[in-house]
């Protein structure tokens, strides 16, 4: 105790400031600051009338008006397009992480003659543009365009999702597939009651990285999607925007609308998120 108070006293025995900590405290809060302030005034121009938001739209909200989230739960037909987008969220993200676990182990054991290589080619995928124009052609010529299938299909492959498990199960010991083996454990209920509960943390930061992604997704459902009563929660905020794009309160509340399930989700599974991520990287 008394060597850190020595520390950080000068001289004169005055008190002397860390100037690191106080830059790592000032960066954070200027960053704190750019993050929260956009939403901080987003939410405070969901809680104000039309008349108030055009009479001072950077002042205070005055008194909470929860009418705009019923014009919006109404005019934007958020529950349609909530409906689709948990449907293309539940079944793009269920099927991709399963079948995710399946490739990822045999890969992370190095089952494969080329386990390594195959692991760069997904590291190697994160670099590379999205390939619009043959997948496309592809959802086109196979009778996929503008149905829910077609629009799930394009969520089933994400390279960051691979590497972060094919890393997290490499920390798991080798000794259990001899274990199980021995036992006569097939692979699928190995994977299924051994592996996954053992990569928890894993499975829940790739989840919720992929259902944010899946429903914030923007570009494919316009491109993908035509009829109205199959677009997810995105595309309706647009058509939305375009209608009542004067009414900046119901808008605002829309997009809150919008970011509670996520919200909720990421709650519910954070505790997870940063061991997976933790965990993955350690491993190479």
């Known amino acids: 105790m008394s060597t850190i108070t020595e520390r950080n006293l000068d001289k004169t025995g005055a008190a002397r400031i860390d ?25 405070n121009t969901a809680f104000k009338s039309l008349g ?15 009418q705009n989230f019923v014009d919006a739960w109404e005019l934007a037909n958020f529950p349609t397009y909530l409906v689709n987008s948990a449907i293309y969220t539940i ?21 494969y003659k080329f386990s390594k290589y195959i692991l760069l080619l997904y590291v190697i995928a994160l670099f590379l543009p999205p390939a619009l124009i043959p997948q496309f052609q592809l959802i086109l010529n196979l009778g ?8 799930i299909f394009l969520f089933l492959i994400n390279p960051i999702g691979m590497i972060i498990i094919v890393n997290y199960i490499k920390t798991v010991p080798r000794e259990l597939d001899e274990s199980a083996a021995m ?10 009651t051994i592996v996954l509960p053992l990569i928890k943390p894993a499975v829940a930061t790739v989840t919720v990285l992929h259902a944010i992604g899946i429903w914030n997704e923007l570009i494919l459902p316009t491109i993908y999607l035509t ?9 309706g905020l647009i058509v939305f925007e375009g209608v009542y794009g004067s009414n900046w309160p119901a808008l605002a509340a829309a997009v ?28 190479g």
């Not at 108030?52 to 929860?66: G, H, R």
């Not at 036992?183 to 299924?192: H, Q, V």
């Not at 919200?263 to 991520?277: K, M, N, T």
């Open 227 to 235: 009829n109205d009563d199959l677009y997810p929660v995105t595309r």
């Open 144 to 151: 996929l365009y503008n149905t829910r299938i077609g629009y």
């Open 52 to 66: 108030e938001f055009f009479k001072d739209p950077i002042a205070l909200a005055t008194e909470l008006n929860f």
């Open 256 to 283: 809150l609308i919008l970011m509670i399930p996520m919200l909720f989700l990421f709650i519910f599974l954070q505790r997870y998120i940063i061991a997976g991520l933790t965990e993955g990287a350690v491993k």
């Open 91 to 111: 079944a793009a993200t269920l099927i991709y992480v399963v079948t995710t676990v399946f490739v990822a182990f045999p890969i992370a054991r190095g089952y």
């Open 183 to 192: 036992d006569g454990c097939s692979y699928f209920r190995f994977i299924l």
């Open 19 to 43: 100037w690191v900590k106080f830059g790592s405290y000032l960066i954070l809060l200027v960053f704190a600051i750019l993050y929260i302030g956009p939403l901080f005034m987003l939410v």
